[in-house]
């Protein structure tokens, strides 16, 4: 007599070793760049408390979307915060708008990805700005937030350099946990330095909440933030993503992609979020062999890693305060440190090519320059320079 073998459930640890992976990834993720999207948000006009509910709104939108992409599609689709574009409002010289029309350039940056989701011929023209100018812009955006630590050594040398310290440690010894590892050490030893009520301020703001901003519009946060933010998140962020996960033999729906996180970010402005996209360095956490031998139950990591980033978001009020709490330049310096990898790529990508050099040379010293001209920041007047040396000189070499 012969039995009829039922399958058996997922072994446990079948399913840990994904889990575990979301969990990294949504650590890495968010305790390597909070610290970015604060000064960004700030920089641009925010509030504490709006820049704690922009944080939480981010947060609360990426995991939305990545729980829901890599659900429907089963492949370990992860999203994240533009880092690069909160440098870019971090960097930006003093805006001559207020917070309100921030957020209206915000919400129209996910209509912009939205659209190159829905409107083909959109797509077709954002990939032609050249990628070394767009990387060109980037960092020179980067610079000033990169020269952070080393800046602050002489002003907090005693709160900067254990930071460094510590960042350097594990720089040697685990290099993925060397940013999270120097943010945490900031954290403490802002925790540290605060007087007992500032301290008790802290530990009453533990509950995050969303508070909602009227948007405005105008042409000029139109120019300074949203084209700016808009080309460096498809160009920092999704595209490269893309490529991290085609290098793991999965096909991105570019599509639901960019609807996803059009929406996802349009809905983050209204209450203080700049943008959210397709991860990259955290993706390979989510993609790779860390998340499992099975290649068909990697998802499992990129929906572990949504459920992980709502955790953490839970924690967006109380770190904002201890960060606004904190010594002043000390988390502009862990933030600097976070940044050091990024500025490396992006330099090192947009002087690559010898035929685009000066084009690039050129848009990477006015974006880190600090200019403003009509009210609009230098990143903007970067990629204007330097598509017009590239069509006016550098074609005509060829």
């Keep these: 007599m012969t039995s009829t073998a039922t399958p058996s459930p997922p072994r446990r640890s079948a399913l840990a070793q994904p889990i575990m992976a979301g969990l990294v990834t949504a650590l890495v993720g968010y305790t390597s760049s909070f610290a970015v999207v604060l000064s960004g948000l700030?920089?641009?006009?925010?509030?504490?408390?709006?820049?704690?509910s922009g944080?939480?709104?981010?947060?609360?939108?990426?995991?939305?979307?990545?729980v829901g992409l890599a659900w429907l599609t089963k492949r370990p689709i992860t999203t994240a915060w533009s880092t690069p574009g909160a440098a870019l409002l971090a960097g930006a010289a003093a805006v001559n708008f207020g917070w309100n029309e921030a957020v209206g350039a915000f919400i129209m940056t996910g209509v912009l990805?939205?659209?190159?989701?829905?409107?083909?011929?959109?797509?077709?023209?954002?990939?032609?700005?050249p990628v070394p100018l767009a990387q060109a812009m980037l960092a020179g955006v980067l610079l000033k937030l990169c020269l952070a630590p080393f800046v602050a050594l002489s002003t907090i040398p005693f709160h900067v350099a254990p930071v460094i310290v510590v960042w350097l440690v594990f720089l040697r010894l685990s290099p993925r946990w060397a940013v999270p590892a120097a943010?945490?050490?900031?954290?403490?030893?802002?925790?540290?330095?605060m007087g007992q009520a500032n301290a008790a301020g802290v530990m009453g703001q533990l509950l995050p909440g969303l508070e909602f901003t009227a948007p405005a519009f105008s042409l000029e946060a139109f120019t300074a933030i949203t084209l700016p933010l808009f080309v460096v998140t498809m160009a920092s962020?999704?595209?490269?993503?893309?490529?991290?996960?085609?290098?793991?033999n999965y096909e991105t729906p570019w599509r639901a992609s960019m609807l996803a996180t059009g929406i996802g970010s349009s809905a983050a402005a209204l209450f203080g979020g700049h943008a959210i996209n397709l991860a990259t360095i955290s993706a390979a956490l989510a993609a790779g062999d860390e998340a499992g031998e099975d290649r068909s139950r990697r998802w499992i990591a990129a929906v572990s890693s949504g459920g992980f980033y709502i955790l953490l978001g839970l924690a967006s009020a109380a770190i904002?305060?201890?960060?606004?709490?904190?010594?002043?330049?000390?988390l502009e310096a862990a933030a600097g440190l976070a940044l050091l990898g990024t500025l490396g790529a992006s330099a090192s990508s947009a002087l690559s090519d010898p035929s685009s050099r000066m084009s690039s040379l050129v848009a990477f010293l006015i974006a880190g320059s600090g200019l403003s001209f009509?009210?609009?920041?230098?990143a903007f007047w970067a990629l204007v320079a330097g598509l017009?040396?590239?069509?006016?000189?550098?074609?005509?070499?060829?």
Excluded: Y
């Excluded at 990805?113 to 700005?129: K, M, V």
């Excluded at 009509?374 to 230098?378: E, L, M, P, Q, W």
């Design 55 to 66: 944080l939480f709104a981010l947060t609360i939108a990426l995991a939305i979307c990545a």
């Design 113 to 129: 990805i939205a659209a190159t989701g829905a409107i083909p011929w959109l797509g077709r023209l954002l990939a032609a700005i």
């Design 374 to 378: 009509a009210g609009i920041g230098g």
């Design 388 to 398: 017009a040396l590239r069509l006016l000189i550098e074609r005509k070499r060829h």
């Design 237 to 248: 962020q999704n595209v490269p993503g893309v490529a991290v996960l085609a290098s793991f």
């Design 183 to 193: 943010m945490a050490a900031a954290l403490g030893i802002a925790g540290f330095s």
């Design 42 to 52: 700030k920089a641009v006009g925010a509030t504490d408390a709006q820049a704690a």
């Design 320 to 330: 904002t305060a201890l960060a606004t709490a904190s010594p002043e330049g000390l």
